[in-house]
């Protein structure tokens, strides 16, 4: 089992940008997929972003495609969410997640990280 921590959140402008991160310990990182979900008020949690073990292989939901972009490093254990050209539809909190499948880019694993507040204003 991985141990993840979100960071990276804030409050934007819409129009701006953020990059958030993620940071896994206690398994080896390579050996999973990885994703971002996040979740609105009022609103299910939903997927938006995945990446397979080796970074060679990403997923995103028609919402963000185009405007996020998912990385990975495993050389340091991260995995971030570069988010462009934000709107009021993107506030949430975002999530990282991890599963066993090395290449499942759309993680349906149990662990979560914490996560971290994205919220955009007008």
């Known amino acids: 089992q991985v141990q993840l921590v979100e960071s990276g959140g804030g409050l934007v402008q819409a129009g701006g940008s953020l990059r958030l991160s993620c940071t896994a310990s206690?398994?080896?990182?390579?050996?999973?997929?990885m994703g971002w979900f996040r979740q609105a008020p009022g609103k299910e949690r939903e997927f938006v972003a995945g990446?397979?073990?080796?970074?060679?292989?990403?997923a995103y939901a028609d919402s963000v495609k185009g405007r996020f972009t998912i990385s990975r490093d495993n050389a340091k254990n991260m995995v971030y969410l570069q988010m462009n050209s934000l709107q009021s539809e993107d506030t949430a909190v975002y999530y990282c997640?991890?599963?066993?499948?090395?290449?499942?880019?759309?993680?349906?694993?149990?662990?979560w990280g914490q996560g971290t507040q994205v919220t955009v204003s007008s």
């Open positions: 206690g398994r080896t990182f390579s050996n999973y997929a």
């Open positions: 997640r991890a599963d066993r499948n090395p290449n499942n880019v759309r993680p349906v694993g149990d662990t």
């Open positions: 990446i397979n073990w080796s970074g060679r292989t990403t």
